[in-house]
């Protein structure tokens, strides 16, 4: 099958590190336009905004959007509107309204929506699911923790109502939970704590209900120092194994196994991609974003001391 | 056609001033037995809990949940697990991923699930939804203000974490206002007061998106001294009217016609329910609950004076 060309809007730090090397090995794609106020991809023809990419997208039938959640929105209708095919970095909307709305476009419009989770795409996910199929769950622990100064320098607007805050990367464990649990789990309890003068939160003690009457749990937190921990601790009645690095490695006691890198995740989306775009269909699974807003409905919030970066 | 029994879970103030009455009058139901640890009705087969209805259920099949939400999601699963049709009041549950596993078992079991939403029965709703089509919606404004006095006196519980403080009574507007734009609509952006020492919110100012570019808000507001405000005021390029009294109303700026009285909506639900059985199907419209959700995720929060009752 022949190489598809693509355009990408948002050129900034996922894209360089992601998006672009991803689609510069694919089989399927070929990186023929950019759209961007503030950086340009050298030999790659360039566009300032979407208006003027929809002025003459040329044979482009497809935009990946790397944006920031707030602008996703008004971007990802002008494309469908246009007839092209759009995928969205995660999370897919800063609403469950906008999803929706964008779901029925597309449908409208015959074209195919891709709400991509990268995460779950992580090599160890689906060995993770494999044992976990036919297997009673008793416990799962996810212990999610970064440093937002690591991940977000500088940046304001993570604090700012409307932003998800440590559910940024939550919803990350999100995907992959609602994923090797089969959707057999929800949210039953929430506790946030806010930095004082801040609106999303920097930390999460979370509970879950499951099918079987597990025990899940999750802890978020943003203001873990050092390298990152991402891992979904796991008990069945038949072993105990940690999945590690954020879907990417195996732990069964006697060390981490690592899977393949989390690199290969934006190849496997870009590929999944393609197979929609090729079969015109969709793929807008909305669960993990439910799960952050059912976080918000249910959370009990406590201030925090103030942040500084 | 006969009329079916009906079981009826909770016997409080909404059973005793709705769902009784509109079963009692009903030519699709009658009430065959009721389940609550508080209250019985006379000549009518009483149970103690969902496992001892449910240990001998005689011919009945469907069940009406008129409990608080947040016991309904358990009374809903046994329910559904029993192969019984389920009526859920609004909210249907506490958070979507509850309804999400409602729907799941529900689709699994082969049973009627109903999510109602007894203000989109108002007598005014479909008038004003007619008067929408074909009309190019320039404003419309949600004011909907009560005294949580009033309905809710010395109810605690619906200032704790996990209850949807002013969007309970915001959730039925939600409920018309999806009706009557076709879901052409997603909020943008809430501001939401929470009392001092309390966890939900006494009032909210909200704006919203529109498919057609018209300014859209609302202010609910728990706080209001006297008669209830259920307002919609709502401006086309044709004509101003007011939708009043919750969907009952019109208000062409001539005075307020009554199109019929709130008391109707629920004989419009349980007929609604009774053709859902009846044709084997589900109507689970979650979008106002997802409303809620994405005030609770968007939302800035202030802290209001402490609220005594």
Chains 1, 2 share one sequence.
């Not at 995907?175 to 309890?189: E, F, K, N």
């Not at 989390?262 to 190849?267: G, L, R």
């Not at 090729?278 to 001391?305: Q, V």
Request: net charge negative; charged share 25%.
């Amino acid at each position: 099958m022949s190489s598809m060309p693509i355009a990408l809007a948002g050129i900034g730090k996922i894209a360089r590190d992601e998006h672009i090397p991803a689609l510069n090995d694919s089989p399927d794609w070929h990186l023929a336009a950019t759209i961007s106020r503030n950086a340009e991809v050298e030999g790659v023809r360039a566009h300032e905004d979407m208006d003027a990419f929809l002025a003459d997208p040329g044979d482009i039938r497809t935009v990946s959007l790397a944006l920031p959640p707030a602008p996703r929105f008004a971007y990802a209708k002008k494309a469908i509107a246009a007839g092209l095919n759009v995928m969205l970095e995660k999370p897919p909307a800063t609403t469950l309204g906008e999803c929706r709305i964008l779901q029925d476009m597309a449908r409208d419009a015959g074209v195919t929506l891709y709400a991509s989770w990268h995460s779950r795409m992580g090599a160890a996910v689906e060995e993770a699911a494999r044992r976990l199929r036919g297997a009673a769950l008793r416990r799962l622990h996810v212990d999610w923790r970064e440093d937002v100064r690591q991940f977000h320098p500088d940046q304001d607007w993570v604090w700012e109502a409307g932003n998800l805050g440590v559910f940024d990367p939550g919803i990350n464990a999100f995907s992959i939970l609602v994923a090797i649990l089969d959707g057999r789990v929800h949210l039953t309890r929430a506790e946030m704590v806010v930095p004082d003068g801040r609106e999303t939160p920097i930390s999460a003690d979370l509970e879950f209900g499951h099918g079987d009457g597990a025990r899940v749990s999750a802890r978020l937190d943003w203001g873990h120092k050092g390298a990152p921990v991402w891992n979904m601790e796991i008990e069945t009645d038949r072993e105990s194994f940690v999945l590690t690095r954020s879907g990417t490695g195996i732990d069964d006691g006697q060390g981490e196994i690592d899977l393949g890198g989390e690199t290969a995740e934006y190849a496997l989306v870009y590929a999944r991609l393609a197979e929609l775009v090729r079969g015109s269909g969709s793929d807008t699974d909305l669960r993990p974003l439910e799960m952050a807003a059912d976080a918000f409905l249910l959370a009990s919030r406590s201030i925090g001391p103030p942040f500084e970066w």
